[in-house]
């Protein structure tokens, strides 16, 4: 009999996707419960060293305890924070890490922000049976770059609830009747952060560029909060308010009746994005983030059976397929860094035009998706994955201690790079070429 | 908008970088860090397209005097030097510079053609009868900044507007950090305990106390009343007010008086809050009053009273600061 043994954050993480991806991927765990699998969640702050100082319980104690009464045959790590190198090590004062049961941790896009730490954990785990779980086939390529042998690394597309997204019909006549959006007009929709590298702003202008003369009533809607996170690794720091002034300054430079298409939706809550998703009629995100592992708002607007444009760019490529509608934008690393060919979004919109899409193609296609991707789905695919055998890990290799080391001091300096600035000549190429797929869908 | 076909590429990264990146230098002396550091987070930077900086706060002028205009987003004191130390070169010209609306008074006559007002305006406010679901309190629990008799008075102007039964419905958040900088007095002196106990004597029992970084990580503060205690004395547009706005939160409702003042330019800052930028009619006004005369006194005299009390004062704050202070103090024989 299984005995999981799931360590999980006590609080939210403080990325919005990473809110809706963590509880998410419990529930596909817990539905592994059976006769023959029992599950056992372990809660840890992921400020638990200062819990631990300010408060009266003592986390690691607490999981050293429950290793000997529990004795799980598998343990779990389904949370980016507290990174699992900082539990680890600090459990080894209380418990042997050669005796713990196979390990399994499931890889954000952070895998690259914290490479130090996967680092230091790979030589303290050389030998032990564990599995890395990646979020996409891009990230699967990117890991394995980074490690002596991928017999250890698994893909697993995190789920989309099914309870919170999908298409409806009626949901999306409401919505349009009550934005006063008329059946001939279609809406182009964006939603996630609006940060530097979600290139939010080339999204506006391309779509400005091919409908400032169109004959299709158009509208674009962006939805999500405005982030200045800039593009950190690569030394751009954003100041709060600039990606706010960028696309107020871009949308005051448009000609009017274009700027009036576009409407700026702010965060909302997941009842009416899905509305929103489900009242607009296709979506579109040229996100080059570098560390876009996965893709939490493709998911969710693909889970709404919408026509889908993304960038061959990390964990959106994984997302085509025949069996809904989703196409990718080809991105080239040139010597001046990312190239969009952004041309693609005309020949998209012309191919949605003679598609001719109605309620019936919307219906398939979102039930095709949470076919593969709901969490009941994707509980299926946990088991098939636990139920592998585990191998010994075999470490990473030179290049995660590099690239940590470039990594760590460009965080710390705020300095452009020669290694990590996007470009197809220098070590950014070596890495993230890896998130571009080929794939000419 | 050019008028030309839709692009076939677009290049990512670099043109952003070569524009932006490489012009944006700047070097803070070791005073300035101390005086940074101490009014972090509230002076950090912010983007706008009113060119918001802090004084005193490694601005360099060789960037200033590349702007046409530029919004001083310093308090009272900090302002009150700037306009008796500033050479008049950073006004030649067209050139604006942008100060809050409540320092209207501080602007010498020889400035004041060049001399535009902002003042913050969230589009969602709160009253009596539009109630918010949390109530955001924040600022420097210091002596000097904030007094704590001014605090209280400003927590009862709060229960004044919101019934016992409102708040105890409201979430109240304070966030008030206390660092160590030695700036004014010890550090212990800055008794953070004694405004928490203010804020249970007067609101309620059951306020949360969060960390920063909680916080900034939090994207959305809607239905949520942001109050800032420090009366803007050293920082009039801070960085924590900006970053609550832009998430949604609103300020109080206030009555206010702008008969003198001709509304020139509405410049979004947020989804949720903007700047509006005012003329000022001087016909209308008294003259320019010397800021440290008359009734601002108390504020500068608070600083002095810290920085000549037997408590240990930093070397740094009293050759950089607190010297700008006593030289006009002394010129008036106050001390």
Redesign the interface.
Known sequence: MKRLLIIRSSRQS?W?SCRVISPNLQNSYQLLASPECEIKFFDISDLFLKDDALKDGNYITDLAQTLRDYNPTEIIFTDHRPHPYEILIFLSMHYPLKDLPPLVFHLYGDFTFFAQSWALIGEKLKGHKIKLIVASESQYKLVKNFSNSEVNIETFIFPVDEKDYYYDHDERLETRRQFQIRDYEQVILYSGRIS??K?VD?LIS?Y???F?NSVFPTKLWIVG????HG?NF???V?????M??KI??LLE???KEIASSIR?W??QPKETLRKLKNAADMFMSLS?YHDEDFGMSPAEALSCGLPTLLTDWGGYSSFTSKRWFCNLIPVEL?K????????K??EFFEMFNLAFINQHDRTKWSQEFLKEFSIRSSSQKLKAILDKDYLEFQGFNWNLAYYSNVYWTLLHGRQ?SIHL??SSDNFYAQIYQHYISGKNI | ?KN???????????D??KS??LNNNEILTAEEKIYHHYLYPFA??????LNPFMLFGGADVGQLLKKDFWMIRDGLIPLSFFFKEASEDLIKGKRKIIIHKDFWSLVPDNWRKNVLFYDIKSHQTFDKKNIPEQLILCGLANETLADPVEFVEDLKAIGSIFSEKDLEKMKILAYFPNKRTDLWGRWQDENIFKYARALFENLKMDIEFPEW??LK????F?NSLYVEINRGVLVKDS?VQ??FL???AGLLKTEENIENFTLVKKV?????HSAEVFECDYSKLKAYKNPLDGDLMPYFKKIIEKGTSPRVLSEGWEKWYGSYVKKYYKAQGLI
């Open positions: 403080f919005g530097l590298q290139n080339i391309e400005a560029e091919i400032k909060a405005f982030d200045d593009a690569q030394g751009v954003n100041y709060e308010g600039f706010y002034a107020h300054q430079s448009l000609p700026l702010g965060l080059l040139t001046y860094g990312h190239q969009l060919k952004v041309s979004m005309q452009l600035n996007p | 908008m030309k076909e839709p692009n076939e590429v677009v290049q990512w990264s670099y952003f970088i932006f990146y950090e930077k912010y983007y706008s397209s970084d909680v990580s939090t994207m959305d809607k960085f900006q970053m832009s998430r949604g979004p800052l947020s989804l949720y």
